[in-house]
Protein backbone atom coordinates (compact mmCIF):
# COMPACT_ATOMS: atom_id res chain seq x y z
CA UNK A 1 0.00 0.00 0.00
CA UNK A 2 1.18 3.34 -0.97
CA UNK A 3 1.99 5.83 2.38
CA UNK A 4 0.40 8.95 2.04
CA UNK A 5 2.70 10.57 5.01
CA UNK A 6 6.21 9.68 6.32
CA UNK A 7 7.27 10.80 9.84
CA UNK A 8 7.63 9.55 13.25
CA UNK A 9 6.11 8.80 16.33
CA UNK A 10 7.28 10.72 19.54
CA UNK A 11 7.13 8.30 22.58
CA UNK A 12 8.58 9.97 25.54
CA UNK A 13 12.97 10.25 24.37
CA UNK A 14 11.80 6.96 21.68
CA UNK A 15 10.98 8.00 18.30
CA UNK A 16 9.79 5.63 15.63
CA UNK A 17 10.38 6.08 11.98
CA UNK A 18 6.37 4.80 10.31
CA UNK A 19 4.58 5.43 7.00
CA UNK A 20 1.05 6.90 7.24
CA UNK A 21 -1.20 4.36 4.89
CA UNK A 22 -4.97 4.65 4.70
CA UNK A 23 -6.89 1.96 6.41
CA UNK A 24 -9.99 1.90 4.25
CA UNK A 25 -11.18 2.84 1.44
CA UNK A 26 -14.53 4.10 -0.45
CA UNK A 27 -16.27 1.62 -2.74
CA UNK A 28 -19.05 4.18 -3.41
CA UNK A 29 -20.18 4.23 -7.34
CA UNK A 30 -19.33 7.65 -8.92
CA UNK A 31 -20.89 9.33 -11.60
CA UNK A 32 -19.46 11.85 -13.96
CA UNK A 33 -21.51 14.94 -14.84
CA UNK A 34 -22.88 15.12 -18.88
CA UNK A 35 -24.53 17.28 -21.44
CA UNK A 36 -28.17 15.60 -21.32
CA UNK A 37 -28.74 16.57 -25.08
CA UNK A 38 -25.90 15.33 -26.50
CA UNK A 39 -23.67 13.23 -23.60
CA UNK A 40 -20.72 14.98 -23.74
CA UNK A 41 -18.81 15.47 -20.00
CA UNK A 42 -19.56 18.65 -17.95
CA UNK A 43 -15.97 19.64 -16.42
CA UNK A 44 -14.85 22.58 -14.20
CA UNK A 45 -12.67 24.87 -14.88
CA UNK A 46 -10.57 27.22 -12.97
CA UNK A 47 -11.08 30.70 -14.10
CA UNK A 48 -9.58 34.15 -12.77
CA UNK A 49 -12.38 36.27 -12.31
CA UNK A 50 -10.47 39.44 -13.00
CA UNK A 51 -8.89 38.25 -16.38
CA UNK A 52 -11.64 35.85 -17.19
CA UNK A 53 -8.93 33.25 -18.41
CA UNK A 54 -8.70 29.59 -17.42
CA UNK A 55 -5.85 29.34 -14.54
CA UNK A 56 -3.33 26.53 -14.87
CA UNK A 57 -2.63 24.38 -11.47
CA UNK A 58 0.91 26.06 -11.56
CA UNK A 59 -0.05 29.24 -10.99
CA UNK A 60 -2.66 28.24 -8.27
CA UNK A 61 -1.83 29.27 -4.62
CA UNK A 62 -3.46 29.82 -1.13
CA UNK A 63 -5.42 32.50 0.91
CA UNK A 64 -7.22 33.71 3.57
CA UNK A 65 -10.28 35.86 2.64
CA UNK A 66 -10.75 38.44 5.46
CA UNK A 67 -13.95 39.37 7.08
CA UNK A 68 -14.33 42.11 4.58
CA UNK A 69 -13.56 40.03 1.54
CA UNK A 70 -9.93 41.09 0.83
CA UNK A 71 -7.89 38.39 0.24
CA UNK A 72 -4.68 37.76 1.93
CA UNK A 73 -1.94 35.69 0.11
CA UNK A 74 -0.81 31.86 2.04
CA UNK A 75 2.50 30.39 0.87
CA UNK A 76 3.75 26.85 1.68
CA UNK A 77 6.51 28.76 2.86
CA UNK A 78 4.80 30.46 5.50
CA UNK A 79 3.23 27.43 6.78
CA UNK A 80 6.25 25.43 6.90
CA UNK A 81 8.26 28.10 9.24
CA UNK A 82 5.52 27.63 11.96
CA UNK A 83 6.64 26.45 15.29
CA UNK A 84 4.53 23.23 15.03
CA UNK A 85 6.16 20.62 16.91
CA UNK A 86 3.86 18.14 15.10
CA UNK A 87 4.99 18.69 11.61
CA UNK A 88 6.28 15.62 11.07
CA UNK A 89 6.02 14.02 14.11
CA UNK A 90 2.86 11.56 16.00
CA UNK A 91 3.53 13.63 19.70
CA UNK A 92 1.69 11.02 22.08
CA UNK A 93 0.58 12.92 24.72
CA UNK A 94 -1.59 10.23 27.01
CA UNK A 95 -2.56 7.05 27.40
CA UNK A 96 -6.40 6.79 28.58
CA UNK A 97 -9.33 4.13 28.35
CA UNK A 98 -11.05 3.25 24.60
CA UNK A 99 -14.39 4.06 26.58
CA UNK A 100 -13.22 7.55 27.38
CA UNK A 101 -13.51 8.33 23.54
CA UNK A 102 -16.72 9.28 22.10
CA UNK A 103 -17.08 7.88 19.18
CA UNK A 104 -18.57 11.16 17.38
CA UNK A 105 -14.79 12.10 17.53
CA UNK A 106 -13.97 8.82 15.34
CA UNK A 107 -13.13 10.22 11.84
CA UNK A 108 -10.67 8.75 9.04
CA UNK A 109 -8.64 5.40 9.97
CA UNK A 110 -4.55 4.83 9.53
CA UNK A 111 -2.85 1.97 9.44
CA UNK A 112 1.21 2.77 10.61
CA UNK A 113 4.18 1.13 9.24
CA UNK A 114 7.85 0.92 10.62
CA UNK A 115 9.97 2.21 8.70
CA UNK A 116 13.36 0.76 8.17
CA UNK A 117 14.72 -2.34 9.84
CA UNK A 118 15.94 0.15 13.04
CA UNK A 119 12.46 0.71 13.80
CA UNK A 120 11.00 -2.63 14.37
CA UNK A 121 12.02 -2.87 17.83
CA UNK A 122 10.72 0.27 19.05
CA UNK A 123 7.44 -0.30 17.05
CA UNK A 124 7.11 -3.76 18.61
CA UNK A 125 8.01 -2.19 22.06
CA UNK A 126 4.60 0.44 21.61
CA UNK A 127 2.81 -1.80 20.70
CA UNK A 128 3.21 -4.63 23.17
CA UNK A 129 2.51 -2.35 25.71
CA UNK A 130 -0.59 -1.16 24.28
CA UNK A 131 -1.91 -4.71 24.55
CA UNK A 132 -0.72 -5.11 28.06
CA UNK A 133 -2.55 -2.04 29.50
CA UNK A 134 -5.35 -2.45 27.24
CA UNK A 135 -5.43 1.44 26.77
CA UNK A 136 -4.94 3.55 23.79
CA UNK A 137 -3.08 6.28 22.90
CA UNK A 138 -3.91 9.83 22.70
CA UNK A 139 -1.62 11.58 20.16
CA UNK A 140 -1.60 14.87 18.47
CA UNK A 141 -0.12 15.56 14.39
CA UNK A 142 -0.33 17.19 11.59
CA UNK A 143 -1.60 16.54 8.19
CA UNK A 144 -2.92 18.20 5.05
CA UNK A 145 -1.84 22.04 6.45
CA UNK A 146 -3.46 21.83 9.96
CA UNK A 147 -2.78 19.84 13.18
CA UNK A 148 -5.14 16.83 14.05
CA UNK A 149 -5.79 14.58 17.14
CA UNK A 150 -5.55 10.98 16.38
CA UNK A 151 -5.69 8.14 18.86
CA UNK A 152 -3.64 5.03 18.66
CA UNK A 153 -4.48 1.44 19.12
CA UNK A 154 -3.52 -2.47 17.96
CA UNK A 155 -5.51 -3.70 15.51
CA UNK A 156 -3.89 -7.82 15.22
CA UNK A 157 0.00 -6.89 15.26
CA UNK A 158 0.29 -3.77 13.44
CA UNK A 159 -0.94 -0.01 15.50
CA UNK A 160 -3.84 1.71 13.47
CA UNK A 161 -4.17 5.56 14.28
CA UNK A 162 -7.96 6.79 13.99
CA UNK A 163 -8.17 10.80 13.29
CA UNK A 164 -10.45 12.38 16.36
CA UNK A 165 -12.31 15.24 15.33
CA UNK A 166 -11.20 18.13 18.22
CA UNK A 167 -13.81 18.63 21.42
CA UNK A 168 -14.94 21.79 20.36
CA UNK A 169 -15.59 20.48 16.57
CA UNK A 170 -18.88 18.26 18.11
CA UNK A 171 -21.68 19.85 17.99
CA UNK A 172 -24.17 19.75 21.19
CA UNK A 173 -27.66 17.76 20.40
CA UNK A 174 -29.86 20.09 21.15
CA UNK A 175 -33.57 20.70 19.99
CA UNK A 176 -32.68 16.92 18.56
CA UNK A 177 -34.20 14.96 21.59
CA UNK A 178 -38.29 14.87 21.32
CA UNK A 179 -39.51 17.60 23.12
CA UNK A 180 -42.85 15.80 24.13
CA UNK A 181 -43.10 13.94 27.74
CA UNK A 182 -43.44 10.28 26.84
CA UNK A 183 -43.89 7.34 29.31
CA UNK A 184 -42.46 3.71 28.52
CA UNK A 185 -44.40 0.58 30.13
CA UNK A 186 -42.32 -1.99 31.53
CA UNK A 187 -44.41 -4.43 28.96
CA UNK A 188 -43.03 -2.88 25.94
CA UNK A 189 -39.30 -2.21 27.27
CA UNK A 190 -40.14 -6.59 28.04
CA UNK A 191 -40.93 -6.60 24.45
CA UNK A 192 -38.08 -4.50 23.11
CA UNK A 193 -35.72 -6.71 25.02
CA UNK A 194 -37.11 -9.74 23.47
CA UNK A 195 -36.54 -8.05 20.19
CA UNK A 196 -32.66 -7.59 20.70
CA UNK A 197 -32.35 -10.88 22.41
CA UNK A 198 -33.90 -13.00 19.02
CA UNK A 199 -32.39 -10.20 16.83
CA UNK A 200 -28.69 -11.35 18.62
CA UNK A 201 -25.25 -10.71 17.13
CA UNK A 202 -24.54 -10.43 13.59
CA UNK A 203 -20.74 -11.34 11.56
CA UNK A 204 -19.90 -7.82 10.62
CA UNK A 205 -18.10 -9.60 7.15
CA UNK A 206 -21.42 -10.76 6.21
CA UNK A 207 -22.84 -6.85 5.77
CA UNK A 208 -22.58 -5.98 2.38
CA UNK A 209 -23.79 -2.47 0.42
CA UNK A 210 -26.76 -3.89 -1.45
CA UNK A 211 -27.55 -0.49 -3.27
CA UNK A 212 -23.71 -0.41 -4.89
CA UNK A 213 -24.94 -3.85 -5.85
CA UNK A 214 -27.85 -2.79 -7.27
CA UNK A 215 -26.28 -0.06 -9.13
CA UNK A 216 -23.60 -1.92 -10.50
CA UNK A 217 -26.21 -4.25 -11.72
CA UNK A 218 -28.23 -1.91 -13.28
CA UNK A 219 -25.06 -0.21 -15.19
CA UNK A 220 -24.27 -3.79 -16.57
CA UNK A 221 -27.66 -3.91 -17.61
CA UNK A 222 -27.72 -0.63 -19.51
CA UNK A 223 -24.19 -1.75 -21.08
CA UNK A 224 -25.24 -4.67 -22.77
CA UNK A 225 -28.74 -2.73 -24.08
CA UNK A 226 -30.70 -4.90 -21.80
CA UNK A 227 -33.96 -3.92 -19.68
CA UNK A 228 -33.48 -2.61 -16.11
CA UNK A 229 -35.74 -4.03 -14.10
CA UNK A 230 -37.66 -1.51 -11.63
CA UNK A 231 -37.41 -2.61 -7.94
CA UNK A 232 -39.99 -1.83 -5.48
CA UNK A 233 -39.87 1.65 -3.99
CA UNK A 234 -41.25 2.61 -1.04
CA UNK A 235 -44.38 4.06 -0.19
CA UNK A 236 -44.43 8.34 -0.29
CA UNK A 237 -45.41 9.28 3.72
CA UNK A 238 -44.83 5.37 5.01
CA UNK A 239 -42.07 5.89 7.39
CA UNK A 240 -44.26 9.25 9.17
CA UNK A 241 -47.16 6.69 9.85
CA UNK A 242 -48.33 6.39 13.65
CA UNK A 243 -48.43 2.89 15.04
CA UNK A 244 -49.68 0.74 17.75
CA UNK A 245 -45.88 0.27 19.70
CA UNK A 246 -47.18 -3.15 21.39
CA UNK A 247 -48.67 -4.42 18.36
CA UNK A 248 -45.61 -3.86 16.24
CA UNK A 249 -43.02 -5.07 18.74
CA UNK A 250 -44.76 -8.60 19.05
CA UNK A 251 -45.24 -8.69 15.30
CA UNK A 252 -41.31 -8.02 15.07
CA UNK A 253 -40.08 -10.80 17.98
CA UNK A 254 -42.39 -13.27 15.57
CA UNK A 255 -40.88 -12.16 12.55
CA UNK A 256 -37.57 -12.17 14.06
CA UNK A 257 -37.74 -15.78 15.87
CA UNK A 258 -39.01 -17.02 12.27
CA UNK A 259 -35.73 -15.72 10.59
CA UNK A 260 -33.94 -17.15 13.22
CA UNK A 261 -34.98 -20.52 13.43
CA UNK A 262 -36.15 -21.22 9.92
CA UNK A 263 -39.51 -22.56 10.68
CA UNK A 264 -40.97 -21.19 7.34
CA UNK A 265 -43.99 -20.74 8.36
CA UNK A 266 -46.32 -18.60 6.89
CA UNK A 267 -47.30 -14.73 7.39
CA UNK A 268 -49.90 -14.58 9.79
CA UNK A 269 -49.76 -17.69 11.74
CA UNK A 270 -48.59 -17.77 15.19
CA UNK A 271 -46.76 -20.98 16.63
CA UNK A 272 -48.83 -22.25 19.19
CA UNK A 273 -46.12 -22.28 22.90
CA UNK A 274 -46.65 -24.72 25.65
CA UNK A 275 -45.34 -23.20 28.29
CA UNK A 276 -42.83 -25.37 30.37
CA UNK A 277 -44.81 -24.65 34.44
CA UNK A 278 -48.23 -26.01 32.69
CA UNK A 279 -49.37 -29.60 33.90
CA UNK A 280 -50.74 -31.19 30.82
CA UNK A 281 -54.83 -32.20 31.56
CA UNK A 282 -56.62 -35.18 31.10
CA UNK A 283 -58.27 -35.48 28.36
CA UNK A 284 -62.47 -34.71 28.49
CA UNK A 285 -64.70 -37.17 28.57
CA UNK A 286 -66.28 -38.54 25.29
CA UNK A 287 -69.96 -37.14 24.62
CA UNK A 288 -72.56 -37.71 21.62
CA UNK A 289 -71.48 -39.67 18.78
CA UNK A 290 -67.77 -40.39 19.84
CA UNK A 291 -69.33 -42.03 23.47
CA UNK A 292 -71.83 -44.25 21.70
CA UNK A 293 -69.02 -45.48 19.41
CA UNK A 294 -66.82 -46.28 22.09
CA UNK A 295 -69.35 -48.16 24.32
CA UNK A 296 -70.77 -50.16 21.21
CA UNK A 297 -66.88 -50.92 20.57
CA UNK A 298 -66.10 -52.09 24.33
CA UNK A 299 -69.75 -54.21 23.51
CA UNK A 300 -68.57 -55.89 20.86
CA UNK A 301 -65.74 -57.49 22.24
CA UNK A 302 -67.35 -60.50 24.25
CA UNK A 303 -68.78 -61.40 20.75
CA UNK A 304 -65.66 -60.60 18.91
CA UNK A 305 -64.25 -63.29 20.89
CA UNK A 306 -66.59 -65.94 20.74
CA UNK A 307 -67.01 -65.50 17.02
CA UNK A 308 -62.72 -66.00 17.10
CA UNK A 309 -63.57 -69.01 19.38
CA UNK A 310 -65.92 -70.65 16.99
CA UNK A 311 -64.02 -70.05 14.00
CA UNK A 312 -61.31 -71.76 15.87
CA UNK A 313 -63.06 -74.71 16.46
CA UNK A 314 -64.15 -74.81 12.99
CA UNK A 315 -60.80 -74.60 11.44
CA UNK A 316 -59.36 -77.55 13.57
CA UNK A 317 -62.37 -79.70 12.09
CA UNK A 318 -61.40 -78.17 8.65
CA UNK A 319 -57.92 -79.37 9.35
CA UNK A 320 -59.05 -83.29 10.52
CA UNK A 321 -61.62 -83.56 7.22
CA UNK A 322 -58.45 -82.13 4.97
CA UNK A 323 -56.44 -84.74 6.94
CA UNK A 324 -58.44 -87.85 5.57
CA UNK A 325 -58.92 -86.07 2.06
CA UNK A 326 -55.23 -86.06 2.16
CA UNK A 327 -54.89 -89.93 3.32
CA UNK A 328 -57.44 -90.55 0.12
CA UNK A 329 -55.34 -89.03 -1.84
CA UNK A 330 -52.10 -90.28 -1.35
CA UNK A 331 -53.60 -94.20 -1.54
CA UNK A 332 -55.30 -92.90 -4.87
CA UNK A 333 -51.51 -91.92 -5.74
CA UNK A 334 -50.29 -95.14 -5.32
CA UNK A 335 -51.84 -96.74 -8.31
CA UNK A 336 -55.08 -98.71 -6.68
CA UNK A 337 -58.17 -97.99 -7.77
CA UNK A 338 -61.53 -97.03 -5.04
CA UNK A 339 -62.41 -100.90 -5.27
CA UNK A 340 -59.64 -102.17 -4.62
CA UNK A 341 -58.70 -100.20 -1.64
CA UNK A 342 -61.79 -101.19 0.08
CA UNK A 343 -61.33 -105.20 0.19
CA UNK A 344 -57.57 -104.44 0.93
CA UNK A 345 -58.73 -102.13 3.68
CA UNK A 346 -61.09 -104.70 5.06
CA UNK A 347 -58.53 -107.65 5.23
CA UNK A 348 -56.39 -105.83 7.15
CA UNK A 349 -58.69 -104.89 9.74
CA UNK A 350 -59.69 -108.50 10.17
CA UNK A 351 -55.81 -109.77 10.36
CA UNK A 352 -55.63 -106.88 12.86
CA UNK A 353 -58.80 -108.37 15.18
CA UNK A 354 -57.32 -112.08 15.00
CA UNK A 355 -53.93 -110.72 15.88
CA UNK A 356 -55.40 -108.44 18.87
CA UNK A 357 -57.94 -111.63 20.00
CA UNK A 358 -54.66 -114.05 19.95
CA UNK A 359 -52.79 -111.55 21.92
CA UNK A 360 -55.82 -111.16 24.81
CA UNK A 361 -56.29 -114.78 24.86
CA UNK A 362 -52.29 -115.44 25.53
CA UNK A 363 -52.59 -112.45 28.52
CA UNK A 364 -55.64 -114.31 30.53
CA UNK A 365 -53.64 -117.87 29.82
CA UNK A 366 -50.54 -116.23 31.44
CA UNK A 367 -52.49 -114.02 34.44
CA UNK A 368 -54.31 -117.33 35.03
CA UNK A 369 -50.70 -119.76 35.54
CA UNK A 370 -49.08 -116.53 37.67
CA UNK A 371 -52.11 -116.85 40.15
CA UNK A 372 -51.98 -120.67 40.61
CA UNK A 373 -48.31 -120.78 41.15
CA UNK A 374 -48.58 -118.23 43.87
CA UNK A 375 -51.13 -119.64 45.94
CA UNK A 376 -48.90 -122.87 45.78
CA UNK A 377 -45.82 -121.92 47.20
CA UNK A 378 -46.88 -120.46 51.03
CA UNK A 379 -48.48 -124.14 51.18
CA UNK A 380 -44.81 -125.61 49.92
CA UNK A 381 -42.54 -122.89 52.32
CA UNK A 382 -44.42 -123.80 55.49
CA UNK A 383 -42.22 -125.18 58.24
CA UNK A 384 -43.04 -128.78 59.55
CA UNK A 385 -43.75 -128.77 63.37
CA UNK A 386 -41.86 -131.42 65.40
CA UNK A 387 -43.45 -133.88 67.84
CA UNK A 388 -41.74 -134.47 71.33
CA UNK A 389 -41.33 -137.99 72.60
Not at 108 to 137: C, F, H, I, Q
Not at 170 to 191: K, S, W, Y
Not at 286 to 296: M, P, R, V, Y
Request: charged share 30%.
Amino acid sequence: MRSIWNGAISFGLVSIPIKLVNATENHSVSFRQIHTSDGGRIRYRKVCELEEKEVPAAEIGKAYEDADGSMIPITDEDLAALPIPTAKTIEIVAFVPASSIDPLQMDAAYYLSANGVPAAKPYTLLREALKRSEKVALAKYALRGRERLGMLRVVDDVIAMHGLLWPDEIRRPEGVAPETEVTVREAELDLADALMDTLGEVELESLHDDYREAVESMIAAKAEGGEVIAGQTPEEGAGGQVIDLMAALESSVKAARRAREGEGEEDGEVAEVTRLGERRRAPAPKQGAAAHKSTAKQAGKPAEKAVKSTARGAGKAGAKAGAKKTARKTAAGTGESAGEAAPAAGARKTAARKTAAKETAAKKTSARSGARTAAEKPAKSAPRKRTSA
